[in-house]
């Protein structure tokens, strides 16, 4: 073996080693992104329930007023006809609303946080692959001047 090809072997050996790295590296990142991908799929799963939760809650809350205002109604003698049924059939509206509120605002934060665990897993991909093609390039540059210097090619 030529004293030459020493400066090759070794660029070859460090190419090889800077891959290795960039594998270790990039998996270490791709289970990195993937715990935060379960906890971000976790609080979307936990923005889901608690703001069922909180429906729940409203929910019983708006029928513990409906059923007070009926009471309060029957205990002054008027009858569930005209201004008072509207009254109580607009608060029936309003809760329904506010219910569909607190759901939609639920699921538009698990959406968000469903959406950050699927950009999280695609940005550890990319890395992924960044890492492999920089560490190549910069292996195979390396070769490449080392064999242009001895004027191999």
Known sequence: MSAAAV?????????????????QASKAESKAESARSVQQNRAAAQAKKIAGQKAEDEEKRHKAIIGTQEARYAASGVTMEGSPLLVQMESL???????????????????????????????????????????????????YNIGKSFDWW
């Open 7 to 23: 400066p090759v072997i070794l660029s070859v050996v460090g190419t090889t080693a800077a891959v290795y790295s960039t594998i």
């Open 93 to 143: 509206r309003e809760s329904e609303e506010q219910l569909q509120r607190i759901r939609e605002g639920g699921e538009y934060e698990s959406m968000g946080y469903k959406e950050l665990a699927q950009a999280s897993s695609k940005r550890a991909a990319e890395a992924t692959k960044s890492g492999y093609v920089s560490a190549l390039a910069k292996g195979t540059g390396g070769t």
